[in-house]
């Protein structure tokens, strides 16, 4: 089942015929979409279309082109933005990402307080890109989100930053733990992302992002397993689940730890798979992550319509437009994201 709505650009080809729209447009064109998957009603989906229009950048009003007039590093066509959906709950949690591309968006308590640590006024060599997240869970209030983008520092500049953020949250003691455990593995990888989930003044949940190069499953559940609240059989029979048996972690798989106030070490672990690299079509990876979230105890029927819903062509004949799906084992069943990735631009 596709979802249309008026205005809507239609999906031919293999990317999204969008020229002319502008970003905020087709984004909430995308979003209303999603929000008619998700069975969510139609009043509260017109309220949250245009909570997200107020909520993106202003590089929202501008048309879309042949090509990205500003590259971002949220896709690999420079697309600026994401869709995502955590299946754990009742409801689903249908999220939104976007590089704000050097634009000031909404204001965020905990991260405004740390921002300065992240440009060049305290000897960065470049200021991070700043990416924004909104997280909603009808009929919930809407959840912010911080990242700070360190992929373009050099090593020794990200682990200084962070370091001075964790120790600002009273968190040294926990990010020594976590860094000291996860550098005793063999591997290779990187800190790419420090995060700040706007939630309630000090217990703001703090994040940070490794990318792990060239890993096999192995390596990357014991990263995972660094987190206290980390059920590790049940993450390795979602990785399984996801790579199709395979003890290959795919391309570039992320691990996200997680941090709260009080507690010395890493919380939460979340493991992130790039099925992109996985699976030979995006019909292959929903079918993959469909028995996962079926073990899990959800109905994949959402997921599914979903999948088809925003993607520019049949599932059997595209590939990345379910990029990632990630999976934390802290107790909460369920607990799998989708990531969505949409093909505007011609990589070539």
Same mark, same amino acid.
């Given at each position: ?63 879309? #082109? ?195 106030? #009080? ?86």
């Amino acid at each position: 089942m596709t979802v249309r709505i008026a205005g809507f650009p239609e999906l031919t080809r293999e990317n999204y015929q969008a020229e002319g729209l502008s970003f905020g447009a087709f984004l909430g064109g995308l979003w209303a979409v999603a929000c008619g998957a998700l069975e969510v009603p139609y009043s509260q989906t017109l309220r949250s279309t245009r909570m997200v229009r107020s909520l993106l950048p202003a590089w929202s009003e501008e048309p879309i #082109g042949l090509a990205p007039v500003q590259r971002s590093y949220v896709a690999d066509d420079g697309f600026p933005a994401e869709l995502s959906v955590n299946w754990s709950g009742r409801r689903p949690e249908l999220r939104m990402l976007f590089d704000s591309l050097g634009h000031r968006v909404f204001p965020d308590e905990p991260a405004d307080a740390l921002a300065t640590l992240f440009t060049p006024e305290t000897g960065r060599s470049s200021p991070a890109p700043v990416w924004h997240a909104i997280a909603w869970r009808p009929p919930a209030r809407v959840v912010h989100k911080t990242y700070f983008g360190l992929y373009e520092w050099p090593e020794a500049e990200r682990l200084a930053a962070v370091g001075e953020a964790m120790a600002r949250l009273d968190l040294t003691a926990a990010w020594d733990d976590a860094r000291t455990r996860v550098e005793a593995f063999d591997g290779r990888r990187e800190v790419e992302f420090f995060a700040v989930d706007l939630l309630d003044g000090r217990d703001a949940r703090v994040k940070i992002y490794y990318r792990n190069h060239d890993a096999d499953l192995a390596e990357v559940a014991r990263v995972a397993a660094v987190a206290r609240n980390h059920n590790a059989a049940a993450a390795t029979a979602a990785y399984r689940a996801l790579t199709g048996e395979r003890a290959a972690a795919g391309q570039a798989a992320l691990t996200c730890l997680a941090f709260r106030s #009080g507690v010395a070490s890493a919380v939460e672990s979340t493991t992130y798979l790039r099925l992109s690299t996985l699976t030979a079509t995006d019909q292959e990876a929903v079918d993959r992550t469909s028995a996962l979230l079926s073990s899990e105890g959800v109905d994949p029927g959402r997921f599914r319509a979903l999948s088809a819903a925003v993607a520019p062509r049949s599932l059997a004949h595209s590939t990345g437009v379910l990029e990632l799906v990630s999976f934390r084992a802290a107790g909460r069943p369920g607990d799998v994201t989708t990531y969505f990735r949409f093909p505007v631009f011609d990589l070539s």
